[in-house]
């Protein structure tokens, strides 16, 4: 009883966080939403050591361990749309697919070649010395 | 009041199923988020329930999705000491992501002759789904599509990424978790943390940084469009 309690309590902090967010957000006009300056703000006060890890630890991670289940209301949003897949409609999705795994092959193989790069010449290095 | 104590109860217990489902038939067709709204546009169609009715309990889950945003950083600060020295490396892969999302989106649906408001809305699906629907109101597209489109990337990455990393060969935890965050945003990132903490963590400053650098070429973009 006493973990869902302290997790409450955290996810409510969490949550003021992303308020407070949002109103940076709101005053500033910036073009990036209120959740994301949150999560950037919470960084810097981890990283200052204003906030210990321990005050968000279990809320944070009982959030991110059921991130996927948040996304379920929203994405049953399709439904609303579900005309504009009809017919040609559908090769919008293609797109989006197709866009997606270009995305993400190319990303990752770039990384792991530039670090498979980077470790060959650490290694040579570690040789030479 | 039933009708929101019913969805709110409701979806988390078919996800908690799906995922058993999961578990015994690990296959990406089967993946919690997939099935679960599968059954539940079913069930609201059958039962010509409006999606506005079902969003009465289910917003009470939507609404924690800011909040989980915002516990990305633990990670982030916790992973922070492996990541910083690549975080050039990042930045780059991200930016990188980024142009190669919204250019082949673009095009690929000015190839399908699809209209204008559809490619609006379809430019900033890589992001995550707060960002997107600004972005396309930025940018004159109809943010709730933008929604769908950033739904079909995010799902499509997480069901097929394990597939795609076999392919190309890729282990290491960073390109493993840019791949995830810089195309599928906060549904690659859940499927990211199922590799471990470090992948998660790699993942959440990937689709950070892709939301920056979307939010700030999308407009320049969508200019093309005219």
């Known amino acids: ?129 | 009041m039933i009708t929101s104590v019913l969805s709110f109860a409701g979806t988390i217990l078919l996800f908690n199923g799906m995922k058993r489902v999961h578990k015994l038939l690990p296959t990406p067709l089967l993946l919690p988020i997939v099935t679960s709204t599968a059954i539940l546009i079913m069930v609201l169609l059958l039962t010509g329930t409006a999606y506005e009715a079902y969003m009465e309990g289910g917003e009470f889950i939507s609404m924690l999705l800011g909040p989980a945003v915002v516990a990305l950083a633990f990670p982030l600060h916790d992973q922070w000491d492996r990541l910083k020295k690549h975080i050039l490396l990042l930045a780059g892969a991200s930016l990188a992501g980024t142009l190669i999302g919204l250019f082949s989106g673009m095009y690929m649906a000015i190839l399908f002759g699809m209209d204008s408001e559809i490619i609006r809305s379809l430019i900033p699906k890589s992001v995550t789904a707060p960002i997107a629907m600004d972005i396309a109101s930025m940018i004159h597209g109809i943010p709730a599509l933008a929604a769908v489109y950033v739904m079909v990337a995010g799902i499509s990455g997480s069901m097929f990424g394990p597939f795609l990393m076999r392919k190309l060969l890729i282990q290491n935890p960073i390109a493993v978790g840019i791949g995830y965050g810089a195309a599928s945003h906060g549904v690659g990132t859940a499927r990211a943390l199922e590799y471990g903490e470090q992948e998660g963590a790699v993942s959440s400053a990937a689709m950070t940084f892709s939301a920056i650098f979307a939010s700030l070429l999308c407009p320049h973009i969508a200019a093309l469009l005219l």
């Open chain 1, 1 to 129: 009883m006493m973990m869902y309690a302290r997790i409450a309590i955290q996810v409510a902090l969490l949550f003021g966080i992303s308020i407070a967010g949002m109103f940076i957000q709101r005053l500033t006009h910036l073009q990036v939403p209120g959740s994301m300056i949150g999560m950037i703000m919470l960084f810097c006060l981890l990283r200052a050591g204003w906030m210990k890890p321990e005050w968000i630890r279990e809320g944070s991670s009982f959030l991110l361990r059921n991130l996927t289940l948040l996304f379920v209301p929203g994405t049953v949003g399709l439904i609303q749309y579900l005309h504009l897949f009809e017919g040609k409609g559908i090769l919008s999705a293609a797109a989006a697919l197709i866009s997606t795994f270009l995305v993400m092959s190319l990303s990752a193989w770039m990384t792991e070649k530039s670090l498979e790069r980077k470790a060959a010449k650490s290694g040579r290095e570690g040789l030479e010395s």
